[in-house]
């Protein structure tokens, strides 16, 4: 069994930045890919950063390159989701999510367990 505990959420000017951690327990976090999604009010949850068992390979949703940054230490078990230039429409609860591979997926269905999710609220 994995618990993921997600941190760092809050309300923020657009423009500002935020960063949100998740510490990871109970199975084995550095053989892992891990990654963040979002779910809006009224939408679906989409996948927003993901990132491979050793760090060196990202990837990102189109609406959030170049402004997020996800990273990774093996050694705490933790997974980080650094975000600047925050705008309203990143509005969302996001979720840390256990992957079932080595290797970063977009997909929620290879994702096997899920945090309870951190609010991030961007004022205009």
């Known amino acids: 069994q994995v618990q993921l505990v997600e941190s760092g959420g809050g309300l923020v000017q657009a423009g500002g930045s935020l960063r949100l951690s998740c510490a990871a327990s109970?199975?084995?976090?550095?053989?892992?890919?891990m990654g963040w999604f979002r779910q809006a009010p009224g939408k679906e949850r989409e996948f927003v950063a993901g990132?491979?068992?050793?760090?060196?390979?990202?990837l990102y949703v189109d609406s959030v390159k170049g402004r997020f940054t996800i990273s990774r230490d093996n050694a705490k078990n933790m997974v980080y989701l650094q975000m600047n230039s925050l705008k309203p429409e990143d509005t969302a609860v996001y979720y840390c999510?256990?992957?079932?591979?080595?290797?970063?997926?977009?997909?929620?269905?290879?994702?096997?367990?899920w945090g309870q999710g951190t609010q991030v609220t961007v004022s205009s």
């Open positions: 990132i491979n068992w050793s760090g060196d390979r990202l």
């Open positions: 109970g199975r084995t976090f550095s053989s892992v890919a």
């Open positions: 999510a256990f992957g079932r591979f080595s290797e970063v997926n977009v997909a929620q269905s290879l994702y096997d367990y």
